[in-house]
C-alpha cells in the first residue's frame, strides 16, 4: 500500500512553528505534498529540507512569501517536472513527479480573489491543467492530481452554499471548470467513497471561530483519472490534524512499491 497526504500548510515555516516536522514523521507517509510554502529552500530549518527518511523536491514561486509547492519522498521519482507554462510555473503552481505506475501532480489551484480580480487568470490555469492531464493520459499514464484547488464543487462541499454564491472558491464559472475537468474523465475520489456525506471540509476561515463550528469549505482533493480508481483502496480527510486553516488529505493506493 503506498500512502499519500496533501497539505496546504499556508506558510512552511508557520507550519514548522506548530509541529510539522514531528507530524510528518509520525505519519510516515511515502509522499507529503504540501502547497503555499511561502518560502524558498534556503529560507527554511534543516530539519524541513532534511527530514530523516524523506528528500525534499522543492518548487517556489520567483516572487518571495508567496505560493510554492513542495513534495517529501521517500523514494525518488523517475523524473521532476513543472506545468512548462511561465505564468504558472513563475507563481511556483505545479510539480510533476514521474513514478512507475502514475504521475502525480502537485497543484496549488490560484484563487479568483474577491470580484473575480483572478478569475482569467484561474480558468485559463485549469484549462491548461486539463490539457496537461489529458495529454499525459495520451501518452498512457495515470495521472494522481492533488492540492488545493481553491473550489468547492457543489453545495454539499461547503457549509454555506447560498450565502457563497458569489465568493471566490464558489463562483459558477469555476465550479463549472470543476465539473469539465471530471466530465473528462477524472474522479474526485473523496466523493467516489463518501458520495453523500456532508459536513465533511479541508479548510476553515480563521474567523468567528468557524473551525471549532465546522464552518467549512472542502477545496483540497485527490483526483485520478477513471482507468486508475482501481488502484484507490481509501480516500480520507484528516480535520483533527492543526497547523493551517486547511487539514491535510490522504489518498491510499493498492500498489506494492513506488
Same mark, same amino acid.
Given at each position: 500500500m503506498i500512502r499519500i497526504l496533501c497539505w496546504n500548510v499556508n506558510g512552511i515555516r508557520a507550519a514548522e512553528k506548530k509541529g510539522f516536522s514531528d507530524w510528518l514523521l509520525k505519519e510516515q507517509p511515502d509522499i507529503c505534498c504540501v502547497q503555499e510554502t511561502k518560502a524558498h529552500r534556503e529560507q527554511v530549518p534543516k530539519k524541513i529540507v532534511e527530514p530523516p527518511g524523506y528528500r525534499t523536491i522543492w518548487h517556489s514561486a520567483e516572487k518571495k512569501g508567496y505560493s510554492g509547492v513542495l513534495s517529501f519522498v521517500k523514494r525518488e521519482p523517475l523524473a521532476v517536472r513543472t506545468l512548462g507554462i511561465q505564468e504558472f510555473d513563475a507563481e511556483g503552481r505545479v510539480q510533476v513527479l514521474d513514478y512507475k505506475d502514475f504521475s502525480l501532480i !502537485?497543484?496549488?489551484?490560484?484563487?479568483?480573489?474577491?470580484?473575480? $480580480?483572478?478569475?482569467?487568470?484561474?480558468?485559463?490555469?485549469?484549462? $491548461?491543467?486539463?490539457?496537461?492531464?489529458? $495529454?499525459?493520459?495520451?501518452?498512457?499514464?495515470?495521472?494522481?492530481?492533488?492540492?488545493?484547488?481553491?473550489?468547492?464543487?457543489?453545495?454539499?462541499?461547503?457549509?454555506?452554499?447560498?450565502? !457563497?454564491?458569489?465568493?471566490?472558491?464558489?463562483?459558477?464559472?469555476?465550479?463549472? $471548470?470543476?465539473?469539465?475537468?471530471?466530465?473528462a474523465g477524472y474522479v474526485d475520489t473523496f466523493r467516489h467513497f463518501h458520495p453523500d456525506e456532508p459536513d465533511h471540509y479541508s479548510w476553515w476561515s480563521y474567523r468567528a471561530r468557524s473551525r471549532e463550528r465546522n464552518v467549512g469549505w472542502r477545496i483540497d482533493y485527490f483526483c485520478v483519472n477513471g482507468e486508475f480508481m482501481e488502484k484507490v483502496k481509501s480516500a480520507t480527510i484528516l480535520p483533527h490534524v492543526m497547523g493551517s486553516d486547511h487539514c491535510p488529505v490522504g489518498l491510499d493506493l493498492g500498489i506494492d512499491a513506488l
Open positions: !502537485n497543484a496549488y489551484f490560484p484563487n479568483s480573489q474577491p470580484e473575480r $480580480a483572478r478569475l482569467d487568470y484561474k480558468l485559463a490555469f485549469n484549462r $491548461a491543467m486539463l490539457a496537461f492531464c489529458d $495529454a499525459e493520459r495520451k501518452k498512457g499514464k495515470n495521472i494522481v492530481l492533488c492540492g488545493d484547488y481553491n473550489v468547492a464543487h457543489q453545495p454539499i462541499d461547503l457549509a454555506r452554499p447560498k450565502q !457563497n454564491e458569489d465568493s471566490p472558491g464558489y463562483y459558477i464559472e469555476e465550479r463549472e $471548470a470543476m465539473t469539465a475537468f471530471l466530465e
